[in-house]
């Protein structure tokens, strides 16, 4: 069973830092693609970073250079490393893991499971 918790949420004002951290369950750390989402009020669901099981990443536009998905092997955990945050980052972030294997899914429905989210709120 895959279990996913996330972690790290707070205020912040814009231009400060957050990081997000999501533990997982040991048998999917090592192969299954990991990926942080996130959810405004009223918004839907977007892919903010995934993490492949080879090790590749991908970043949605808005946070490329500013956000950094990574692996922390000491904890079974996938990472977010938010700077220069936004008030418009302000939102729900969920975990998600894709199934077994080195490519992370395209579509959300593709993605296994998630975490229950921890809010982000970045106030100007």
């Known amino acids: 069973q895959v279990q996913l918790e996330e972690s790290g949420g707070g205020s912040v004002q814009a231009g400060g830092s957050l990081t997000l951290s999501c533990v997982t369950s040991?048998?999917?750390?090592?192969?299954?693609?990991l990926a942080w989402f996130r959810q405004a009020p009223g918004g839907e669901r977007e892919e903010v970073a995934a993490?492949?099981?080879?090790?590749?990443?991908r970043y949605a536009e808005y946070v490329k250079g500013r956000f950094t998905i990574s692996k922390d092997g000491t904890k079974n955990s996938v990472l977010l490393q938010m700077h220069d945050l936004k008030p418009e980052d302000t939102a729900t972030y969920h975990c998600?893991?894709?199934?077994?294997?080195?490519?992370?899914?395209?579509?959300?429905?593709?993605?296994?499971?998630w975490g229950q989210g921890t809010q982000v709120t970045v106030s100007s």
């Open positions: 993490l492949s099981g080879v090790g590749r990443t």
């Open positions: 040991a048998n999917i750390y090592g192969s299954a693609c």
């Open positions: 998600a893991a894709g199934p077994l294997g080195s490519v992370c899914p395209v579509q959300l429905r593709d993605f296994v499971a």
